[in-house]
């Protein structure tokens, strides 16, 4: 995080700032801070109504006081033999986590999420995820439901005839189609009224109105989901350092 953790007195001015109606951007700006860390410190503080720069400082502190106990537990997402910084990828997660609940996640089902995404598997066990977490299978549980209902994780039998949980290259894809199918049934049901209301009348019109603009839009996303599909599918580019192929010919 850019300079580092925020201090009480930029608390203090985030709290200021929520109070006088601003936006997390001007927020931001004012403070010399990234938008995402104020929305992550507003959002896991109670929330722009709630928040309050003391009680927030106090959350902090011990939080930091808790992560390297539980770092010696092996609760952290990515295993230090990655070479990754634990407490780099600890800040990640809660900020990742953070935007996953701004979207409209639930706080666990936004956690497990994260989880998924973060390890380069891409797949854990109920078990595995509540291990992690520190949470109870049943709250795993919980949460998976709601990612597969909404096509954000499958399912699938490991060797030992376990269920893993997987979030793969069509995940985005298959998430943005599910959309797009909700808003055609939205678009039918409107039209449904155009004709119990009858035609010409206001509120005919206004549910015509909508469900033109929702099946252009529908449109628009399946089309743009169809041609951009392949990207997904892209594989990590070479580095300098990569020595698997040769580098370039000097002639």
Known sequence: MPGGRLTQQERQQIALGLADGLAYAEI???????????TREVMRNGGPTAYRAELAHRA??????RRRPASSRGTQSVPPSH????????EYEEALTTVLMASGLPKMTARVLTCLFTTDAGSLTASELAQRLQ???ASVSKAITFLEGQSLVRRERDERRRDRYVVDDELFYQATIASARANDRLVETARRGVTVLG???PAATRLENIARFLDFISESITRAAEQAR???HTKPATTPNDTTRPGPHHG
């Open 199 to 201: 035609p010409h009348t």
């Open 230 to 232: 392949e990207v997904l």
């Open 60 to 65: 902090t502190e011990r939080r930091a006081r």
């Open 28 to 38: 931001a700006r004012r403070l010399g801070r990234p938008t995402s860390t104020i």
């Open 83 to 90: 070479g990754r910084d634990a407490e780099a990828v600890a």
């Open 135 to 137: 949470v109870s299978p």
